[in-house]
């Protein structure tokens, strides 16, 4: 069955706790390459039968509306995965 993958992030502007205190700790594990870590979520939809325009369009507008907070998070990708 396919999938949309939708992926949302905070805002730049926001500060992002989960994300200061993850990139404080890959140093400690010996991940030094990294300089700045941003976290976000990411939601799976399962879709009985084909993917249409109509669907992924009920999938943006759900992202939109109730799978992100449009204050303080962006949308950053909707994409169907097979």
Known sequence: MPRIIVDVMPKPEILDPQGKAI?????????????????????????????????LAQAKEAAATLLSNPVIEDVVNVEVQD
């Not at 594990?29 to 109509?54: I, P, Y």
């Open 23 to 55: 990139v404080g700790a890959l140093p400690r594990l010996g991940f030094d390459a990294f300089s700045s870590v941003r976290q976000g979520k990411r939601f799976e939809l399962t879709v009985e039968g084909e993917v249409t325009e109509a669907i």
